[in-house]
């Protein structure tokens, strides 16, 4: 056996791929000790507190070591994987082959790979290459993930929920397919791993497995033989003595969510919000938008009221530019921006981002079609990138969406107003004297008192709807 100097051992540190992120959630691993990796080949992914991103290797060689478990939270900095470069890397594969000659391969080795990679998110571009796997030896795949199987087809053949089969004992030296919170329930429940049938994919054991393990288990023989009779009726009022535990779910608060609560907190806590509300007719902006989808020019674009109100934002922001500033507290001065930068609050798995538009002041409409169809789609896949959160200057809320008529929304950190659009509904409204079903929405502007009065705030709102009352405006205003 050869042994290697520590000259020839490479520690690749978790990077901070966003912008003075301190940590990182390791997702997934891609590559394990003894396979082959070439420089810019994506070892891992891993989840800040913006987004999901894949990171490349830097160098070519043999991974000797992997430093964390997936579902491991790592400092920026720390080194998550280390690898044989140069000469230490021959030396690397020789240690690996003998163990994988005497010991089984775990079941988690054995997950398929696709053959070529998805483009990243972090500007390293699209690596064609597919991971390098050391031959192994007895794989097979784990009986309870075939009893799971079997179950869903009897199911998808007709035959109705099929009971699942028992599952058979794993063979020595595998290991149940569960990722660190659910092997902690799991452990926290007094449940075996090995006993529970898994329904994730890839034969991955979920944490409802794991409490649908628990709520199938047999009664203990005490309690069998305890007589009801015995048994005082319980009161209408009284607490049960024990509870369920299937009927909590706790959810690790990390990632996206993780940092947004203590955006959240910060801002609602350091700037003294102020918010005001005015609902108005937007009945012409709705017929605006419908004109606008059978314009030839904004063919393939994505053209929806909520285009007309970043639009409207922006002329209000041009008449008004002193809303679009940010607090220096350390400077103790009110830095005014000359360009914005109009964030869009989204909702994903993930939790919820604001990505921007950067320089949206400088678009057209076309343009700003253009920019608000590619941030949606890109945060609805989960690809928007740390970058693409950075910097925003104003942000728009729809609340809308969800069928709310309005809300106070809490400013994004560094920001001074953000907008919230309610539900569009036809409602009656007095037009022209007369009573009239009218489209009609509510509109809230939050903002920073410390240097935002009422008289700013007030002339921002008014003019955002003006503009969706009389969409005609924009020639005029813009």
């Not at 005490?222 to 009801?228: D, G, R, V």
């Not at 509300?277 to 938008?289: G, H, I, N, Q, W």
């Not at 009065?453 to 205003?477: C, F, M, N, T, Y």
Request: with cysteine; proline share 9%.
């Amino acid at each position: 056996m050869t042994t290697m100097t520590d000259s020839s051992v490479r520690e690749f540190k978790m990077p901070d791929v966003g912008e003075g992120l301190t940590e990182a959630e390791i997702l997934k691993w891609y590559v394990q000790p003894g396979d082959t990796v070439t420089d810019g080949q994506v070892v891992c992914e891993v989840e800040t507190a913006k987004a999901a991103v894949e990171l490349p290797i830097p160098y070519d060689g043999v991974v000797r070591e992997l430093h964390f478990p997936e579902g491991t939270t790592v400092d920026v900095g720390t080194s998550i994987i280390a690898v044989a470069v140069g000469d230490g890397a021959a030396a690397a594969a020789e240690p690996v082959q003998e163990a994988v000659a005497d010991t089984p391969a775990p079941a988690e080795a054995e997950e398929p790979k696709p053959e070529g990679r998805q483009p990243v998110l972090v500007g390293y571009g699209v690596s064609t290459s597919s991971t390098k796997r050391r031959p192994r030896k007895g794989a097979q795949a784990p009986a309870d993930a075939q009893g799971a199987s079997a179950a869903i087809q009897a199911e998808l053949n007709g035959h109705g929920p099929a009971a699942p089969a028992a599952p058979a004992a794993p063979a020595t030296g595998d290991r149940p397919l569960a990722k660190p919170p659910v092997r902690k329930l799991a452990k926290d429940l007094g449940v075996d791993l090995t006993t529970v049938v898994p329904t994730g994919p890839d034969g991955i054991i979920t944490r409802e497995d794991v409490h649908a393990a628990v709520s199938n288990q047999p009664a203990t023989p005490e309690s069998q033989a305890a007589p009801a009779a015995v048994a005082p009726a319980p009161s209408p009022t009284a607490a049960p003595a024990s509870y369920d535990t299937t009927r909590e779910t706790r959810i690790p608060v990390k990632g996206v969510r993780k940092a947004t609560a203590a955006a959240m907190v910060g801002s609602a806590f350091t700037a003294p919000h102020v918010t005001e509300f005015v609902t108005v007719d937007v009945t012409r902006t709705m017929k605006l938008v419908e004109e606008l989808k059978q314009d030839k020019e904004y063919a393939g674009l994505r053209v929806n009221p909520l285009l007309l109100i970043a639009k409207a934002l922006l002329v209000a922001i041009k008449r008004n530019p002193d809303i679009n500033a940010s607090w220096d507290e350390a400077a103790q001065e009110i830095v005014v921006k000359h360009y914005v930068n109009l964030g869009i609050a989204a909702a994903t798995p993930r939790g919820l981002i604001v990505p921007n538009i950067k320089d949206a002041h400088a678009r057209t409409l076309p343009q700003l079609a253009g920019s608000l169809g590619e941030l949606v789609s890109t945060a609805r896949e989960g690809k928007t990138s740390p970058a693409a959160m950075q910097g925003g200057t104003v942000t728009i809320t729809n609340v809308g969406v969800f069928g709310v008529d309005t809300g106070t929304p809490i400013l994004n950190p560094g920001e001074s107003a953000i907008l919230a659009v309610g539900a569009i509904k036809l409602q009656p409204w007095v037009h022209k004297g007369k009573v009239k079903p009218r489209q009609v929405t509510t509109l809230a502007l939050s903002f920073d008192h410390r240097l935002v009065d009422g008289e700013l705030g007030s002339k921002v709102l008014a003019d955002v709807a003006a503009v969706l009352e009389q969409p005609k405006r924009l020639i005029s205003w813009a």
